[in-house]
Every structure is written in structure tokens, then in C-alpha cells.
């Protein structure tokens, strides 16, 4: 059967926002309403800034369901990790994984207004970005909604900082968020962030398929979205933050941190890191919680990775909606979708050192008629090849002779064409016959 493999995704936790200020574990969000003055000051003025450090991008201004990469001037801390890049797309969110693949409306991102987008429908809609050195700022100017344009325009930043804060500000918003329809595209507003894990096809030998966990989820209270409202989302200390055995299991945040000494890392277990954690054995030796653990054991070299994706790069999908579910190791089957990336790994102890030289057999009188044998095979195999070289070069240049009449007479009267497919990144080939063409046409490969 055909090889496919899948990215998956898999919800294991996620807060809510019922309040203005809201304690969400990762962050703290506080949802300011049209008549309070802060909610007017964290509008970012583009207009008003200088030309050159705007960027206005033309593919996102005048497509549906793309995404681009932005590149940032400084390091911006989510959930803990410092990013130095993201992908801005034409639906209303800031995609902040590694991986760009189909399904970016799943988990990781930051989405002020996560709806179907379309600014291809008005020459008015733009996607705007300005980055300043401690602040990218983001604004979806003049969007409409799919199919939905006569209900108005939406305007709306997302500005994130240096410091990890991450602003949500809205200055037109024509209806009810909460009445958006989710059929052809998610509805969301908030935070998601995701680990991924390479789990064992046993199907395929030395393939990996690659499957995202969202370990957490910000959902703020869509009602609350209107015109000159905004939202504050500040982030809260995470156990990355400790870079020192001592500090790390002492700490009081509301999370466990554990230090692993084989990776010289303090984490809670759930994190961007949870591969390396994982195959380092890390849960086990966290386990007593102390400094003094002596490592007496190498650390495993870790594999080569090839990554094939056979995706578009800059396409956003649909995604199914989310499932509510504890903080912990994941036990039901992950959902898999149509995405295929394939993830090929060495799998180690599954050959022999390099060091190693396998023994020597040892010779008998027996195999000697084996060995002549092989060698008679091989002789006349290569004399059958000449000869037939030697034949096709005389009826080539003495198409008259009565070998070469011989020949011509019965050569085959159809010439299939062979039309190439990619299908799951590998060629294959298929015969083509065109409708309505005798077969003795010739037709030319390229023309399909």
C-alpha cells in the first residue's frame, strides 16, 4: 500500500477568560473596554510613522488563506521560548511554529481575530507590519470576511514585545465576534502553543511520523471584542527561565520544575522541548529532585533528521475544534489529517559499528564451481549485450539490408506517452493515451 504520513494534532490543556484579569498559568490577560483611556493609547498609529519602516506586504494584501515568514529584529519570548521569527497570514493571527505546514490554524499561534479573511476582495484591505527593535507590530487594515464583505470591514493589531507582553488592539470591528461562522474557517481569539513528538511507524521501517501536542491554550471571551477595545496579555515566569540546578527546583512559580542534568536544562515536562526530554531519560532522573545526581553514562548522539514536505509552505487550512482535556502525558490516538510530512531517522543499534569487520568466511573446496560458474553467467551476459549493440548499430546505418527490413517490419505501431505525476513526493509514471488521436500520431511528452 502507498505510504502517507501525517502531522497530527493533539490537545492536551487549555484556560479560558471569564473576568477582565484573568490568570491563564503561561499568562495574565486584562480586557480593556471602549472607555477606558489605555485601550485608546496601545493603538499603534501607522500612518503617522515613517515610510520606510513599514512594511506593507503585497501577496498578503491581494490573496485568500496565505502566510508569509517575518523575520524579527529581537528575541520575543513565547511560553517561554525565544523566537527570532514568525509567519504573519491573511487570517487574522501570527502562526509561531518551526514548521509551516497545512493545518497553521491548529495551535501555535497568536490570534487576535482568527476568521476567513479575504483581503483579495477589496482593494482597500492590506496587511501591515512595522518593526521598530523592540515591538512587531501587526495590523490587519480593512479586512472583510469571505463571502461576507457586505457586513463591513474589520481593523485590528497585534503588537508583540520584547519582553513578551503581547497587545491586542481593535479599532473597527462591524459585528458580533461571537456570531462569526466557523464552517469554513476557525473562529478563535487568544494563545496556543504545541510541542511535537516523532513517534515509530511500524508500518515503515526507519520513518517517524511527526505529531503536534498543544500543551496549552489562551481563549479570551469573544463578546468582549468590539470597536476601541483591547486586550494585555503578559507573560507569566515558566521554568525555562532558570538556567542553574539550584534555582530551578527552589523556584515557587505554580509550576514543578525538575532540572535535567544530562541536558542542563530546568523544565515543568511540557514544553517545545519535550522530544529531547523525553529520549534523555530526563522524567526518570528528575524523579528525586536533587543537584547532586553524578552522571556516569555518555549521552547518546542525537540522529540525523530529514524532513520531506510535499505541502505548500504558505497555505492556512481549516481545523477541527478544540477538545478540553487535562495537563497530562496524552493516552487517546492522535487525529490525523491530510498533511504529509515525513520524517526519515537513522534508528540507532540497527547496524554494526564501524569499527567493526565482519569475520572472514571461510573458503571450500566446493565453492570454486560456484565462483567459475558466476564468472561464465557474467561473460556471456556481456557477450549477449555486445552483440545486440553491434546489431542495432548495423540495421541504424543499413536500414535497406534484409536485417534491417527484418526489423522495420515489425517494430511496434503504438508509441505510449508517459505523463509524470508527484504523488506523495515520489515520481511515478502512468500511460497516457489521448482521446480522439489515432495511435500512430506522435505526440509529444511535453505537451501534457
Same mark, same amino acid.
Not at 240 to 264: A, E, M, Y
Not at 358 to 372: D, E, K, M, Y
Given at each position: 500500500?502507498?505510504?502517507?504520513?501525517?502531522?497530527?494534532?493533539?490537545?492536551?490543556?487549555?484556560?479560558? $477568560?471569564?473576568?477582565?484579569?484573568?490568570?491563564?498559568?503561561?499568562?495574565?490577560?486584562?480586557?480593556?473596554?471602549?472607555?477606558?483611556?489605555?485601550?485608546?493609547?496601545?493603538?499603534?498609529?501607522?500612518?503617522?510613522? =515613517?515610510?520606510?519602516?513599514?512594511?506593507?506586504?503585497?501577496?498578503?494584501?491581494?490573496?485568500?488563506?496565505?502566510?508569509?515568514?517575518?523575520?524579527?529584529?529581537?528575541?520575543?519570548?513565547?511560553?517561554?521560548?525565544? *523566537?527570532?521569527?514568525?509567519?504573519?497570514?491573511?487570517?487574522?493571527?501570527?502562526?509561531?511554529?518551526?514548521?509551516?505546514?497545512?493545518?497553521?490554524?491548529?495551535?501555535?499561534?497568536?490570534?487576535?481575530?482568527?476568521?476567513?479573511?479575504?483581503?483579495?476582495?477589496?482593494?482597500?484591505?492590506?496587511?501591515?507590519?512595522?518593526?521598530?527593535?523592540?515591538?512587531?507590530?501587526?495590523?490587519?487594515?480593512?479586512?472583510?470576511?469571505?463571502?461576507?464583505?457586505?457586513?463591513?470591514?474589520?481593523?485590528?493589531?497585534?503588537?508583540?514585545?520584547?519582553?513578551?507582553?503581547?497587545?491586542?488592539?481593535?479599532?473597527?470591528?462591524?459585528?458580533?465576534?461571537?456570531?462569526?461562522?466557523?464552517?469554513?474557517?476557525?473562529?478563535?481569539?487568544?494563545?496556543?502553543?504545541?510541542?511535537?513528538?516523532? =513517534?515509530?511507524?511500524?508500518?515503515?521501517?526507519?520513518?517517524?511520523?511527526?505529531?503536534?501536542?498543544?500543551?496549552?491554550?489562551?481563549?479570551?471571551?469573544?463578546?468582549?471584542?468590539?470597536?476601541?477595545?483591547?486586550?494585555?496579555?503578559?507573560?507569566?515566569?515558566?521554568?525555562?527561565?532558570?538556567?542553574?540546578?539550584?534555582?530551578?527546583?527552589?523556584?515557587?512559580?505554580?509550576?514543578?520544575?525538575?532540572?535535567?542534568?544530562?541536558?542542563?536544562?530546568?523544565?515543568?515536562?511540557?514544553?517545545?522541548?519535550?522530544?529531547?526530554?523525553?529520549?534523555?531519560?530526563?522524567?526518570?532522573?528528575?524523579?528525586?529532585?536533587?543537584?547532586?545526581?553524578?552522571?556516569?553514562?555518555?549521552?547518546?548522539?542525537?540522529?540525523?533528521?530529514?524532513?520531506?514536505?510535499?505541502?505548500?509552505?504558505?497555505?492556512?487550512?481549516?481545523?477541527?475544534?478544540?477538545?478540553?482535556?487535562?495537563?497530562?502525558?496524552?493516552?487517546?490516538?492522535?487525529?490525523?489529517?491530510?498533511?504529509?510530512?515525513?520524517?526519515? *531517522?537513522?534508528?540507532?543499534?540497527?547496524?554494526? /559499528?564501524?569499527?567493526?569487520?565482519?569475520?572472514?568466511?571461510?573458503?571450500?573446496?566446493?565453492?570454486?564451481?560456484?565462483?567459475?560458474?558466476?564468472?561464465?553467467?557474467?561473460?556471456?551476459?556481456?557477450?549477449?549485450?555486445?552483440?545486440?549493440?553491434? $546489431?542495432?548499430?548495423?540495421?541504424?546505418?543499413?536500414?535497406? /539490408?534484409?536485417?534491417? $527490413?527484418?526489423?522495420?517490419?515489425?517494430?511496434?505501431?503504438?508509441?505510449?506517452?508517459?505523463?509524470?505525476?508527484?504523488?506523495?513526493?515520489?515520481?511515478?509514471?502512468?500511460?497516457?493515451?489521448?482521446?480522439?488521436?489515432?495511435?500512430?500520431?506522435?505526440? =509529444?511528452?511535453?505537451?501534457?
Amino acid at each position: 500500500m502507498p505510504t502517507r504520513n501525517t502531522l497530527n494534532t493533539h490537545k492536551l490543556s487549555f484556560g479560558s $477568560l471569564d473576568n477582565q484579569n484573568t490568570d491563564h498559568n503561561y499568562y495574565t490577560s486584562k480586557t480593556y473596554g471602549p472607555a477606558d483611556p489605555l485601550s485608546k493609547g496601545f493603538w499603534v498609529d501607522i500612518d503617522q510613522m =515613517d515610510k520606510d519602516k513599514v512594511k506593507v506586504h503585497g501577496i498578503l494584501s491581494n490573496t485568500h488563506r496565505q502566510a508569509a515568514r517575518v523575520n524579527l529584529s529581537f528575541d520575543f519570548p513565547f511560553y517561554g521560548h525565544n *523566537l527570532r521569527e514568525v509567519t504573519v497570514a491573511t487570517g487574522g493571527f501570527i502562526y509561531t511554529g518551526d514548521v509551516v505546514h497545512r493545518m497553521l490554524t491548529a495551535t501555535q499561534y497568536i490570534a487576535p481575530l482568527m476568521a476567513n479573511f479575504d483581503p483579495s476582495v477589496s482593494r482597500n484591505s492590506t496587511v501591515i507590519y512595522t518593526d521598530n527593535g523592540t515591538a512587531l507590530v501587526v495590523q490587519w487594515d480593512h479586512v472583510r470576511l469571505q463571502d461576507l464583505d457586505h457586513l463591513g470591514s474589520f481593523t485590528f493589531q497585534a503588537s508583540l514585545h520584547r519582553d513578551g507582553r503581547i497587545l491586542f488592539a481593535y479599532r473597527e470591528v462591524p459585528m458580533d465576534v461571537s456570531q462569526i461562522s466557523s464552517v469554513n474557517h476557525p473562529v478563535k481569539v487568544g494563545l496556543s502553543d504545541a510541542f511535537v513528538v516523532l =513517534d515509530h511507524v511500524q508500518q515503515i521501517p526507519n520513518v517517524r511520523r511527526r505529531t503536534i501536542y498543544e500543551y496549552h491554550r489562551v481563549e479570551l471571551v469573544k463578546t468582549k471584542i468590539s470597536n476601541s477595545t483591547a486586550v494585555e496579555i503578559t507573560p507569566l515566569p515558566t521554568c525555562l527561565q532558570f538556567t542553574d540546578c539550584s534555582s530551578c527546583i527552589s523556584t515557587q512559580i505554580s509550576f514543578n520544575c525538575t532540572w535535567c542534568h544530562r541536558l542542563h536544562r530546568c523544565s515543568s515536562g511540557f514544553d517545545r522541548h519535550r522530544q529531547d526530554w523525553v529520549d534523555n531519560s530526563c522524567p526518570d532522573e528528575t524523579k528525586d529532585k536533587s543537584c547532586d545526581i553524578i552522571l556516569t553514562t555518555p549521552q547518546p548522539v542525537v540522529t540525523t533528521t530529514t524532513v520531506v514536505r510535499t505541502t505548500s509552505r504558505s497555505q492556512e487550512t481549516d481545523a477541527g475544534p478544540g477538545v478540553r482535556s487535562s495537563t497530562h502525558t496524552p493516552t487517546s490516538v492522535p487525529t490525523e489529517d491530510d498533511t504529509k510530512i515525513a520524517v526519515h *531517522l537513522k534508528e540507532p543499534g540497527d547496524g554494526r /559499528s564501524e569499527n567493526t569487520l565482519p569475520a572472514a568466511p571461510r573458503v571450500s573446496p566446493g565453492t570454486r564451481p560456484l565462483h567459475t560458474g558466476l564468472i561464465l553467467a557474467v561473460v556471456v551476459v556481456m557477450v549477449v549485450l555486445v552483440a545486440g549493440l553491434v $546489431l542495432s548499430l548495423y540495421v541504424y546505418h543499413h536500414p535497406t /539490408s534484409t536485417t534491417g $527490413l527484418f526489423f522495420i517490419e515489425r517494430r511496434p505501431r503504438r508509441w505510449p506517452a508517459m505523463k509524470f505525476y508527484r504523488r506523495s513526493g515520489r515520481p511515478a509514471y502512468a500511460e497516457v493515451e489521448p482521446t480522439g488521436l489515432g495511435k500512430d500520431v506522435f505526440m =509529444d511528452p511535453d505537451q501534457f
